[in-house]
């Protein structure tokens, strides 16, 4: 109803890939949103006998593209995105809680990306693992990374292993078990799906670079002309695929 019309206050567009949904317990939800201006809003959903509303803003730092989620063993959410330091962009986490009725947001890390030089907003992705035990970050025309994740106390730990691609419009993606990572991207004049196997910890020869499957390739042209490849894993188990 008109009393509980979701639209934030400050007047921004959801930034691409934005939004997440957070269960704290059968009666209050929340709905976590990235803003375009680098601003983060969380709604607070209470349902009783009428469903309240409650916005709470995250104003520590602006953040910079996508936003994932990793449950807390001690209670609340770690959040994970990335925002531009002084002179470097960083992967960073911040924890939310359920206090009463009220969303609390507190401190967590943050790390260094390997960023080449300035990227765009929608350049960036970060993915967390099903159990939360790895967060990949793709940037478009860069890099693949990965990191362990420590949900007890929200750390990263880089795995010394970049995978190098000179590509754009990058998407991610874990299988339900969380062994296999999906990468889909845009590359000279194709678009794939790589395959990487998280059950050896990423173990490679780094200097040879970290050894992927294509799993899907085909010609930037006809049915696939002018696309990009989006990957979302679904409620039912399966990774969706839409261009």
Not at 83 to 108: H, P
Request: glycine share 8%; aromatic share 12%.
């Amino acid at each position: 109803n008109s009393n509980h019309e979701v639209v934030d206050e400050l007047n921004q567009n959801i930034a691409y890939r934005g939004t997440i949904a957070l269960r704290f317990d059968d009666t209050h939800y929340a709905v976590v949103s990235l803003c375009d201006n680098g601003f983060l809003i969380s709604r607070l959903l209470e349902f009783g006998q009428d469903l309240n509303i409650t916005t709470f803003e995250y104003n520590e730092s602006l953040l910079y593209s996508s936003l994932s989620a990793v449950p807390c063993p001690t209670g609340g959410y770690w959040l994970i995105s990335t925002r531009q330091g002084d002179t470097d962009l960083k992967i960073v986490s911040f924890k939310l809680t359920l206090d009463g009725t009220s969303l609390v947001y507190g401190n967590g890390s943050e790390m260094n990306l390997n960023s080449r030089r300035e990227v765009e907003r929608k350049a960036i992705v970060t993915k967390a693992s099903p159990e939360g035990k790895y967060i990949a970050c793709a940037i478009a025309n860069q890099s693949l990374q990965i990191f362990y994740f420590n949900a007890t106390h929200g750390y990263f730990e880089e795995i010394d292993c970049n995978v190098i691609f000179d590509a754009k419009a990058p998407s991610l993606a874990f299988s339900p078990s969380g062994n296999f990572l999906y990468l889909a991207y845009n590359e000279s004049g194709f678009i794939k799906i790589m395959q990487y196997d998280m059950r050896n910890d990423f173990l490679c020869n780094c200097d040879n670079g970290f050894h992927g499957n294509i799993v899907f390739s085909r010609p930037n042209e006809g049915n696939y002309l002018r696309c990009d490849l989006a990957l979302q894993e679904g409620p039912d188990g399966k990774i969706y695929i839409s261009k």
